[in-house]
């Protein structure tokens, strides 16, 4: 399965646009398996270093994850004042508490315009551009999240850092 | 599993769809015809509550809307009985209704050639069915596989347009 929607700037990407490796996942901040991966991707985004690109796109689930939709697009929000790694980071890592007021602390803690953050998520401003993501994720034979993608290919295979490295890499691990 | 045998006997695209009528919720039951007139997506599963199952439905779920654009009627097929299904649409918030091919049991799922005998269940099998009844795509995917939805879509997209 190839990606349908090319990357492109509306895309959130940490590293080199020409950085020589590209890692992308589709996520959802309410899915347990995506939680268990984002130390996962963190610590491959180290080892990595300037050698990877790392984009992140939104497939929230939001029929049985009630806060998914929300914090992907409180995330949105931070990002248009430039501060969504540090949202997409902190979503991910108080899963526990996720809902509308941890939304409404981080915004604070991050020292984003809370007014304009609140207006953001109030008005859905990010919707559409959430609801994208997510088609574009259904076209590129998405099956659930986590689904990461190597060189626009989707991935199969263990989510670890060894693997997701070896596959960046273009090398097969045996098992 | 022996996916071959089944995609050999599962019904061809330009064939009629068999026609059934099944319980779809406690006291209630329809029928595939009673659907004539517009196009239906008829996803066969093989429980509910198995892990991939869900994830598959639970994305199904989310798209609501797209299959709506089409005027298509998404139907889930198990041999799982009405209140289990009852519980397990409950539990999932889905939106769409979930058949019980339960007595005789998988009899649907034999009609359409994706009945797994030894382990009494349907395989995980896609059919796109156009307005008129005639199946035009059909998928069947390992069990332990989440086909996703992109397939369903480019079937949808590629029936005729009713003319207004």
């Given at each position: 399965?190839?990606?349908?929607?090319?990357?492109?700037?509306?895309?959130h990407?940490l590293?080199?646009?020409?950085?020589?490796?590209?890692?992308?996942?589709?996520g959802d901040f309410e899915c347990s398996?995506c939680i268990a991966a984002h130390p996962?991707v963190q610590?491959?985004?180290?080892?990595?270093?300037?050698?990877?690109?790392?984009?992140f796109?939104h497939m929230p689930l939001g029929?049985v994850h009630p806060h998914a939709e929300l914090a992907a697009e409180a995330a949105e929000a931070a990002g248009a004042q430039g501060r969504f790694w540090e949202m997409h980071d902190a979503l991910f890592e108080r899963h526990a508490e996720l809902g509308p007021e941890l939304m409404t602390m981080l915004a604070r803690r991050l020292q984003l315009d809370t007014t304009r953050f609140a207006d953001d998520l109030s008005s859905r401003r990010f919707r559409?551009h959430v609801?994208?993501d997510?088609?574009?994720?259904?076209?590129?034979?998405?099956?659930?999240t986590?689904?990461?993608?190597?060189?626009?290919?989707?991935?199969?295979?263990?989510?670890?850092?060894?693997?997701?490295?070896?596959?960046?890499?273009?090398?097969?691990?045996?098992? | 599993?022996?996916?071959?045998?089944?995609?050999?006997?599962?019904?061809?695209?330009?064939?009629?769809?068999?026609?059934?009528?099944?319980?779809?919720?406690?006291?209630?039951?329809?029928?595939?015809?009673?659907?004539?007139?517009?196009?239906?997506?008829?996803?066969?599963?093989?429980?509910?509550?198995?892990?991939?199952?869900?994830?598959?439905?639970?994305?199904?779920?989310?798209?609501?809307?797209?299959?709506?654009?089409?005027?298509?009627?998404?139907?889930?097929?198990?041999?799982?009985?009405?209140?289990?299904?009852?519980?397990?649409?409950?539990?999932?918030?889905?939106?769409?209704?979930?058949?019980?091919?339960?007595?005789?049991?998988?009899?649907?799922?034999?009609?359409?050639?994706?009945?797994?005998?030894?382990?009494?269940?349907?395989?995980?099998?896609?059919?796109?069915?156009?307005?008129?009844?005639?199946?035009?795509?059909?998928?069947?995917?390992?069990?332990?596989?989440?086909?996703?939805?992109?397939?369903?879509?480019?079937?949808?997209?590629?029936?005729?347009?009713?003319?207004?």
């Amino acid at each position: 399965m190839s990606l349908k929607i090319p990357i492109d700037q509306h895309d959130h990407a940490l590293g080199a646009p020409d950085a020589p490796l590209t890692l992308l996942e589709f996520g959802d901040f309410e899915c347990s398996y995506c939680i268990a991966a984002h130390p996962t991707v963190q610590g491959l985004i180290a080892r990595m270093g300037e050698r990877l690109r790392f984009v992140f796109r939104h497939m929230p689930l939001g029929e049985v994850h009630p806060h998914a939709e929300l914090a992907a697009e409180a995330a949105e929000a931070a990002g248009a004042q430039g501060r969504f790694w540090e949202m997409h980071d902190a979503l991910f890592e108080r899963h526990a508490e996720l809902g509308p007021e941890l939304m409404t602390m981080l915004a604070r803690r991050l020292q984003l315009d809370t007014t304009r953050f609140a207006d953001d998520l109030s008005s859905r401003r990010f919707r559409d551009h959430v609801k994208r993501d997510f088609l574009g994720a259904i076209r590129s034979g998405v099956p659930g999240t986590p689904a990461f993608f190597v060189a626009n290919e989707l991935y199969v295979g263990s989510i670890d850092e060894q693997s997701l490295s070896a596959a960046l890499q273009g090398l097969r691990l045996h098992a | 599993m022996n996916i071959a045998l089944t995609e050999a006997t599962a019904p061809a695209a330009g064939s009629r769809a068999p026609d059934f009528s099944l319980p779809s919720a406690p006291g209630a039951r329809m029928a595939l015809s009673e659907l004539r007139g517009k196009p239906v997506v008829l996803v066969f599963y093989p429980a509910d509550w198995s892990p991939v199952c869900g994830d598959q439905l639970a994305l199904y779920n989310e798209l609501g809307a797209e299959f709506g654009a089409f005027e298509a009627q998404l139907l889930g097929i198990s041999v799982d009985g009405v209140w289990c299904h009852a519980a397990y649409a409950k539990a999932r918030n889905l939106h769409f209704p979930l058949l019980s091919d339960f007595e005789p049991k998988g009899e649907i799922a034999g009609l359409y050639g994706v009945y797994r005998r030894g382990d009494g269940c349907a395989e995980r099998a896609l059919f796109v069915i156009d307005s008129e009844g005639i199946i035009r795509w059909s998928h069947v995917v390992p069990i332990a596989v989440n086909p996703g939805a992109d397939g369903i879509l480019a079937a949808l997209e590629s029936l005729p347009r009713r003319p207004a």
